[in-house]
């Protein structure tokens, strides 16, 4: 995999995407054969947006590896509150580590970034628009529970401003996958995305406005939040808060091997009675996101190339 930075899953080929879910699994078998391996270095964390697994699932990868973070903290505690910019940010903390993850609120803003920076950045989402590490332990979920070849997938909920939505479908364009985008008309993908994904070689991809049309042909149903935080007007959440909720009695229709899949945090959009079934692969999803990280950083800091290989 030769890429300066990860800024989004269009960049990804189907070659990069199995090296990374190869290397994933490979750590995942014998994370102890990588313990000290990046000993020594430091990953850049700069996250201006909430976050709890993949913060915490990059800082548990790169210690695994052996190295260190170094974290800017909160946007309340940084110097973006005197006023800095976050080129002049990123400037000063690439000085600091051998990598960056940037987390931002603005779509653009991990493009942006990299154009001032010489080592690695990883884009952990930026607003509305991608979400590349999300998708590459999607995509390792995916694999282990349903197979990536010859899949049927469902993606549900907010399509407009989930930014792991973008992401993952652009990458299962890769995979000749079949996408079934439901939520409500107000939420659904972006027009631009569905564009590029009819563009795309092999995207077989339709729209729904109900579960109910595919649920019995589906493989993985990826299930998503409404992004409360994204909408301009909290009165236009309220008229979509609540809808595309699934329970026991939703999956009836389902195939006894559908894989239930979430980036988290839910809200509600999950009945916690389906977190003890078989469907239930969210949590092992949220997990998988160390291996996966653990590979992408080996990969990246190798390729960053102060020479340990
Ligand atoms: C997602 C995100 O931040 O986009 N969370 C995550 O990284 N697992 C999904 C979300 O916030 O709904």
């Known amino acids: 995999m030769r890429h300066d930075h990860l800024i989004t899953s269009k960049q990804l080929s189907r070659a990069d995407i199995e090296t990374v879910l190869d290397r994933a699994a490979e750590i995942d078998a014998d994370p102890s054969a990588v313990a ?28 695994r590896l052996g ?33 960056l993850v940037l987390r931002h609120p603005k779509q653009g803003a991990a493009t942006m970034a990299s154009e001032f920076v010489d080592v690695p ?49 652009y990458a299962l364009t890769n995979f000749d996958a079949r996408q079934h985008f439901v939520s409500p008309e107000s939420l659904q993908l972006p027009r631009e995305v569905v564009y590029d994904l009819h563009q795309a070689d092999g995207a077989g991809i339709r729209e729904h406005d109900s579960l109910e049309e595919v649920l019995p042909s589906l493989d993985v149903l ?25 329970d026991m009695e939703t999956l009836e229709a389902a195939s006894d091997d559908l ?48 020479g340990d290989e």
């Open 121 to 169: 950045l990883l884009n952990a989402g930026d607003g509305a628009g991608h979400h590349p590490t999300q998708t590459l332990l999607d995509l390792y979920t995916i694999r282990e529970n349903a197979g990536l070849d010859d899949l049927t997938i469902g993606i549900m909920g907010d399509l407009k401003y989930g930014r792991t939505v973008h992401s993952l479908a």
């Open 67 to 99: 190295g260190d973070v170094v974290d800017m903290g909160s946007v309340e505690s940084s110097s973006v509150k005197k006023g800095e910019t976050l080129a002049d940010t990123v400037r000063v903390i690439e000085g600091y580590a051998d990598a």
């Open 222 to 246: 990826y299930v998503t939040r409404i992004q409360r935080e994204r909408f301009p007007d909290e009165q236009e959440y309220q008229k979509v808060a609540g809808e595309y909720q699934i």
């Open 259 to 306: 894989t239930i899949m979430h980036p988290l945090p839910r809200v509600d959009e999950i009945a916690p009675a389906i977190d003890e079934t078989e469907y239930a692969a969210y949590f092992e999803q949220a997990h998988n996101g160390v291996p996966v990280r653990m590979a992408l950083l080996d990969l990246f800091l190798q390729e960053g190339g102060d």
């Open 36 to 63: 000290d391996r990046h000993a020594n270095r430091l990953l850049g964390l700069l996250f201006f947006e909430p976050s709890t697994r993949t913060k915490m699932s990059f800082e548990t990868a790169m210690k």
